[in-house]
């Protein structure tokens, strides 16, 4: 029995079921601040003052993260322009296609694409979901998954082009 692989794991069930354990992990990652942590119970040996030298404890301030970029920074800013660049060039593809009877392979886009503004409105959509979700990481100290969100918003545009330039 041929088992094919590929159709299974993109079937939408299998790719939520994914998705979910992918940001499940993300939420496992975080540490335990050992200043949670109940003390340690004190060791029932007598320790004689003659034997340890009492100094006064020191308190250290905590080291300060390093300096967090701005949102709107120059990476971000090339990143974004180039995933509406991507995106717009996708709606151009996409709707020169539809209109000489192709088919929409994205169930999603294809929900919008009986029109040319609705077609836009998802492409433009699809640019401000990437801003929101990238500035949600950012508020929240996940600098390189802010950076990782456009860049795979970039790749699937991308391919989304030359497929649908290849398919013409």
């Not at 929409?104 to 836009?120: Q, T």
């Not at 600098?143 to 989304?160: Q, Y």
Request: proline letters at 5%; one cysteine or more; a positive charge.
């Amino acid at each position: 029995m041929c088992i094919h692989w590929f159709r299974s794991i993109s079937n939408p069930r299998t790719a939520l079921l994914l998705a979910i354990l992918g940001l499940c992990r993300i939420g496992m990652a975080q540490q335990v601040s050992f200043a949670l942590l109940p003390p340690r119970a004190a060791d029932p040996t007598p320790i004689t003052a003659s034997l340890v030298k009492i100094e006064p404890v020191q308190t250290q301030s905590p080291q300060e993260a390093p300096a967090s970029h701005r949102f709107w920074d120059r990476q971000n800013s090339l990143l974004f322009a180039t995933s509406a660049a991507f995106s717009a060039g996708d709606f151009v593809v996409t709707r020169d296609n539809l209109r000489a009877g192709g088919q929409e392979l994205n169930p999603v886009v294809g929900v919008f694409g009986h029109s040319s503004a609705g077609l836009a409105m998802n492409f433009a959509g699809e640019t401000v979901g990437v801003i929101g979700i990238s500035y949600f990481f950012h508020k929240t100290g996940h600098h390189k998954m802010e950076r990782a969100v456009s860049i795979f918003n970039i790749g699937g545009s991308a391919a989304a082009v030359a497929f649908g330039l290849a398919h013409r």
